[in-house]
């Protein structure tokens, strides 16, 4: 599956944005993948952020973005959306998302990099105080 991240830009604290994250499925559908977000700040670790089971029907977030943000799969448009609202300036970073075909996943694998195996290139997305 290849997968394409927009939707990233410049904001002032407090602000929204709405990440993309379009798959374009090779040999299964899309509704087979659990997919995952991650960022990564200048001179930082690439870290998790959320992830949604290939279902959908489960979520999960790291705390700093738990309530803030949200994670929504639409397997008819073969894409994730990543909902960002009350941004901080420590949000900034290279969003990336990335998909695993190997379901069910486990949890402690979904939110870690070792369990994704397809990435989209980033998006970067700057919050301003």
């Known amino acids: 599956v290849q997968l394409q991240a927009s939707g990233g830009g410049s904001v002032q604290a407090g602000g929204s944005l709405k990440l993309s994250c379009t798959a374009t499925?090779?040999?299964?559908?899309?509704?087979?993948?659990?997919v995952g977000w991650f960022r990564q700040a200048p001179g930082k670790e690439r870290e998790f952020v959320a992830a949604?089971?290939?279902?959908?029907?489960?979520?999960w977030y790291r705390d700093s973005v738990q309530g803030r943000f949200t994670i929504s799969k639409d397997n008819s448009k073969n894409s994730v959306y990543l909902q960002m609202i009350s941004l901080k300036p420590e949000d900034t970073a290279v969003y990336y998302c990335?998909?695993?075909?190997?379901?069910?996943?486990?949890?402690?694998?979904?939110?870690?990099?070792?369990?994704?195996?397809?990435w989209g290139q980033g998006t970067q997305v700057t919050v301003s105080s």
């Open positions: 499925p090779s040999g299964r559908t899309f509704d087979s993948y659990a």
């Open positions: 949604i089971k290939w279902t959908g029907s489960r979520t």
């Open positions: 990335g998909a695993t075909g190997r379901v069910p996943t486990p949890p402690s694998m979904l939110q870690s990099e070792r369990g994704i195996d397809y």
